[in-house]
């Protein structure tokens, strides 16, 4: 379990941070296409997308935005039972509408930048919950996508009927 201590969100936070910092004193402000109404729309309802998840994912999770080592629980209710990681889709979703609404070059780069090391920390957050939960994730896991919601699946227990 020692090793799952590394796997805290407030390092993954430091290392985006840190990124953007860096990409934001190397890379142009140059905008890629215009902003209009389609985009400020997008933004909008990327902004309500985080709001109703991450709210409702703290609702049901309150442990969740903490390191693996803490979650005594696996929760499969509410926005876990459509998707594994509804905080990181959230984050990624509300991301992409930053840049629709600032369509620059540096932002382009701090959403791929985000995405990649979001990426990255849900696959070391993975390997962490398999170890600790076992078959349990693992089912689990087979049967609710990883961040893209599957707003298909019905029930309170992840079958798909």
């Known amino acids: 379990m020692e090793k799952n201590k590394f796997v805290s969100p407030i390092l993954m936070w430091l290392i985006v941070i840190l990124g953007i910092v860096i990409i934001f004193n190397i890379i142009s402000s140059q905008y890629l296409f215009s902003r209009n109404y389609f985009t400020i729309t997008l933004f909008l309802i990327a ?10 994912s703290l609702k049901f999770h309150k442990k969740a935005p903490l390191s693996v080592a803490k979650i005594s629980k696996l929760i499969k209710e509410g926005p876990y039972r459509f998707v594994r990681h509804p ?68 029930g309170g227990k992840n079958e798909k009927t």
């Open 47 to 56: 902004s309500i997308y985080w709001v109703f998840f991450f709210l409702w």
């Open 87 to 154: 905080l990181y889709s959230a984050d990624i979703v509300l991301v992409v509408g930053i840049f629709l609404l600032f369509p620059t070059k540096r932002d382009h780069f701090s959403l791929v930048w985000l995405i990649l090391v979001l990426s990255i920390w849900m696959k070391l957050e993975e390997s962490s919950l398999i170890k600790k939960f076992g078959r349990e994730y693992n089912t689990y896991r087979a049967k609710t996508p990883m961040f893209v919601p599957d707003f298909t699946i019905k």
